[in-house]
């Protein structure tokens, strides 16, 4: 005999198998799904549960004052490093020559774990002198004299995995003119400003092209469990002055267009915006909020300028995003 009573099915009740991973969940869903779950533990575990949520609120407080402080020690010592940045650009440009001491260097002796030297590797002959034309090859358009260490910045960047990348063919050309890059950080507010210079150029009128990363070490009383260290939340680039017929940002394209009611064809140019590594300082402008792309953050985001050291910060949102990069409007931060 059946009642109207609705019965629940055992497939209703039973445990999902991402609840083990609750990563593949987005921060909102996970919050939801673990509240209920936690709802339905034994009135003394819920305490005990409430109890660890307050001593992780207070640890994420004091982890945030250590990640301030941390930022703090970084000003202090991007200071100590300037002057070995500023002895860098001045053998990469040219304007001076390394020191006796400095212009000799010996590989340091590789060691394993136990901290003993290693044994040399027998060198193969043949390999080697192979290597060394393709070197005097690569190299043959070198002056023997010449100053500085020509396209520097250049290799730097395509022998950066994730930095090569974001470089294109029609951007080298351009990066050939990168002298120096350089840092310069604000305490208030937390920020820091990398800084492109550039010789004077076919390409732009400027010198100098600009990028400031704003950071903030705050935690989101609405989810304070979501705090992993300092974030990127903001940058601001800068216009670029192109030479005429130079923008490398954007590509001429020829179509054909058809008149509406004569039915005439003609052929029409214009220009539409392409990838390019110069898309990084697009003017500032007001965008959706959207996560920073962690790639160019890892790369670029967190001061490689000054020491050539990449870090990591923490990218916007608690999901992986899935918005395709568009040439034209460039995700990796949110611009204002």
Same mark, same amino acid.
């Not at 497939?11 to 939801?32: H, I, K, N, Q, T």
């Not at 001076?96 to 002796?109: F, N, R």
């Not at 300092?230 to 800068?238: L, V």
């Given at each position: 005999?059946?009642?109207?009573?609705?019965?629940?099915?055992?497939?209703?009740?039973?445990?999902?198998?991402?609840?083990?991973?609750?990563?593949?969940?987005?921060?909102?869903?996970?919050?939801?799904?673990?509240?209920?779950?936690?709802?339905?533990?034994?009135?003394?575990?819920?305490?005990?549960?409430?109890?660890?949520?307050?001593?992780?609120?207070?640890?994420?407080?004091?982890?945030?004052?250590?990640?301030?402080?941390?930022?703090?020690?970084?000003?202090?010592?991007?200071?100590?490093?300037?002057?070995?940045?500023?002895?860098?650009?001045?053998?990469?440009?040219?304007?001076?020559?390394?020191?006796?001491?400095?212009?000799?260097?010996?590989?340091?002796?590789?060691?394993?774990?136990?901290?003993?030297?290693?044994?040399?590797?027998?060198?193969?002959?043949?390999?080697?002198?192979?290597?060394?034309?393709?070197?005097?090859?690569?190299?043959?358009?070198?002056?023997?004299?010449?100053?500085?260490?020509?396209?520097?910045?250049?290799?730097?960047?395509?022998?950066?995995?994730?930095?090569?990348?974001?470089?294109?063919?029609?951007?080298?050309?351009?990066?050939?003119?990168?002298?120096?890059?350089?840092?310069?950080?604000?305490?208030?507010?937390?920020?820091?400003?990398?800084?492109?210079?550039?010789?004077?150029?076919?390409?732009?009128?400027?010198?100098?092209?600009?990028?400031?990363?704003?950071?903030?070490?705050?935690?989101?009383?609405?989810? *304070?469990?979501?705090? /992993?260290?300092?974030?990127?939340?903001?940058? +601001?680039?800068?216009? #670029?002055?192109?030479? %005429?017929?130079? =923008?490398?940002?954007?590509?001429?394209?020829?179509?054909?267009?058809?008149?509406?009611?004569?039915?005439?064809?003609?052929?029409?140019?214009?220009?539409?915006?392409?990838?390019?590594?110069?898309?990084?300082?697009?003017? *500032?402008?007001?965008? /959706?909020?959207?996560?920073?792309?962690?790639? +160019?953050?890892?790369? #670029?985001?967190?001061? %490689?300028?000054? =020491?050539?050291?990449?870090?990591?910060?923490?990218?916007?949102?608690?999901?992986?995003?899935?918005?395709?990069?568009?040439?034209?409007?460039?995700?990796?931060?949110?611009?204002?």
């Amino acid at each position: 005999m059946t009642t109207g009573a609705k019965t629940e099915s055992s497939s209703d009740c039973e445990v999902p198998d991402f609840l083990d991973s609750p990563g593949y969940l987005d921060a909102m869903s996970r919050r939801y799904m673990m509240k209920q779950f936690i709802a339905g533990l034994p009135e003394a575990a819920q305490k005990r549960v409430n109890a660890l949520k307050h001593l992780q609120v207070e640890f994420t407080k004091l982890e945030a004052k250590f990640f301030e402080e941390v930022y703090q020690l970084e000003c202090k010592y991007q200071q100590l490093y300037q002057p070995i940045v500023d002895r860098r650009k001045e053998i990469v440009i040219g304007t001076a020559e390394p020191t006796e001491t400095e212009a000799v260097w010996v590989d340091p002796p590789r060691k394993n774990q136990d901290g003993e030297e290693e044994e040399e590797e027998e060198e193969d002959d043949e390999i080697n002198e192979k290597l060394k034309k393709m070197a005097l090859n690569y190299h043959k358009d070198l002056p023997a004299n010449g100053q500085g260490i020509p396209n520097f910045w250049l290799m730097v960047f395509k022998n950066t995995e994730a930095m090569a990348e974001l470089i294109h063919p029609h951007d080298e050309p351009v990066l050939e003119h990168l002298r120096n890059l350089n840092i310069l950080y604000e305490k208030e507010p937390m920020s820091y400003v990398i800084e492109f210079h550039f010789d004077t150029n076919p390409y732009f009128k400027d010198t100098v092209l600009t990028k400031r990363y704003f950071l903030r070490c705050n935690i989101d009383n609405e989810d *304070p469990f979501s705090f /992993e260290g300092p974030e990127i939340y903001k940058c +601001t680039g800068c216009p #670029i002055n192109w030479n %005429p017929g130079k =923008n490398v940002t954007v590509k001429t394209v020829k179509k054909q267009q058809k008149h509406k009611q004569r039915g005439a064809t003609r052929m029409i140019t214009k220009t539409e915006p392409t990838e390019s590594f110069f898309n990084f300082f697009s003017p *500032p402008r007001v965008q /959706e909020d959207e996560p920073v792309d962690p790639e +160019t953050q890892f790369v #670029i985001g967190r001061a %490689p300028a000054a =020491n050539n050291r990449p870090k990591q910060a923490k990218r916007r949102g608690g999901g992986g995003g899935g918005k395709k990069k568009d040439a034209a409007n460039p995700a990796e931060c949110q611009q204002q």
